[in-house]
Antibody, heavy 119, light 106 residues
Framework: EVELVESGGDLVQPGGSLRLSCAGS????????MNWVRQAPGKGLEWISY????????YYAESVKGRFTISRDNAENSLYLLMSSLRAEDTAVYYC????????????WGQGTLVTVSS | DIQMTQSPSSVSASVGDRVTLTCRASQPIRSWVVWYQQKPGKAPQALIY???TLQSGVPSRFSGSGSGTDFTLTISSLQPEDFATYYC?????????FGQGTRLEI
């Protein structure tokens, strides 16, 4: 069974940094493209970043470009999101999401981890 | 960026009703539309991809159609567990973008 478990969410001050982790299991992690999607409290879904299986392709939403960095460690079956220069508007639940194999859609979602940016 | 606009933003319906939700893209995206269902406090779940292909395990009462810029999600006979928020998403190009969601309520 595919499982994605996020960790690292916390309360952080504006301007601070945080690293989120996502541990994948139940599938061959190195074969799959991965994404981060977030959802602010009471709001809709916002895609924020993508990384290909080999890390050769990376994309970001304009709202986080230059502040967030996506990475992965296939040997550790892990996905990461390093967030810096955090703002109040970055407050959200952050989901780790696996794409379907050879299909362009967000097939499997983790349970999410909450990041709160506040002083 | 491609904007996705869903309508209506909310809809009230009853068990057994047929409901159609709409999603419009700001530019043609062929068949690169995905529909997700989200229940309160839970992660979204993929229902339909490539406009009309059901994700494994999704009941056949869900169906999708459309092409170009206009897409629909239809639930043929609402069940109690279908009351949730539904999002469309374009997977044609980065940045992926979602619609604002349609809340389906009793």
């Amino acid at each position: 069974e595919v499982e994605l478990v996020e960790s690292g969410g916390d309360l952080v001050q504006p301007g601070g940094s945080l690293r989120l982790s996502c541990a994948g299991s139940g599938f061959t992690f190195s074969n799959y493209e991965m994404n981060w999607v977030r959802q602010a409290p009471g709001k809709g879904l916002e895609w924020i970043s993508y990384i290909s299986s080999s890390s050769s392709s990376i994309y970001y939403a304009e709202s986080v470009k230059g502040r967030f960095t996506i990475s992965r460690d296939n040997a550790e079956n892990s996905l990461y999101l390093l967030m810096s220069s955090l703002r109040a508007e970055d407050t959200a639940v952050y989901y780790c999401v696996r794409e379907a194999y050879n299909r362009e859609y967000l097939q499997h979602w983790g349970q999410g981890t909450l990041v709160t940016v506040s002083s | 960026d491609i904007q996705m606009t869903q309508s209506p933003s909310s809809v009230s319906a009853s068990v057994g009703d047929r409901v159609t939700l709409t999603c419009r893209a700001s530019q043609p995206i062929r068949s690169w539309v995905v529909w997700y269902q989200q229940k309160p406090g839970k992660a979204p779940q993929a229902l339909i991809y490539d406009t009309s292909t059901l994700q494994s395990g999704v009941p056949s009462r869900f169906s999708g159609s459309g092409s170009g810029t206009d897409f629909t999600l239809t639930i043929s006979s609402l069940q109690p567990e279908d009351f949730a928020t539904y999002y469309c998403q374009q997977a044609a190009t980065f940045p992926y973008t979602f619609g604002q969601g349609t809340r389906l309520e009793i």
